[in-house]
């Protein structure tokens, strides 16, 4: 990725990376991003708790546990890939 390239919080179709080319973190698709960002991070915190519910109750199930680690990877690529793309762009401020 080069510079000025903004790493996006969803993906194509495909599964492959989105990114916006842009001079400012003020335009609508930027501001669009840090929305989806926030939220990304506020559900994962959010499937955080609900996973360490299921890994607490000792008679939860097979398909409970499954489910808790299913949500709980999907949220964690989530909040990474905002950690990397607020890396890169910090790292570029900076």
Same mark, same amino acid.
Not at 8 to 19: H, I, Q
């Given at each position: ?12 179709p ?24 926030? @939220? /990304?991070?506020?559900?994962?915190? /959010? +499937? ?9 109750d000792?008679?939860?199930g ?9 949500? @709980? ?9 905002? @950690? +990397? ?10």
């Amino acid at each position: 990725m080069s510079d000025g390239l903004r790493l996006l919080p969803w993906s194509t179709p495909e599964g492959k990376p989105c990114y916006l080319s842009t001079d400012s973190d003020h335009s609508r698709l930027s501001l669009l991003a840090d929305e989806v960002e926030a @939220a /990304q991070v506020r559900s994962g915190e /959010q +499937v955080l708790a609900g996973a360490k519910a299921v890994l607490a109750d000792r008679t939860a199930g097979e398909m409970a546990v499954r489910f808790a680690l299913t949500r @709980a990877s999907e949220s964690l690529e989530e909040v990474l890939r905002a @950690a +990397v793309s607020r890396g890169t762009r910090s790292s570029r401020d900076g």
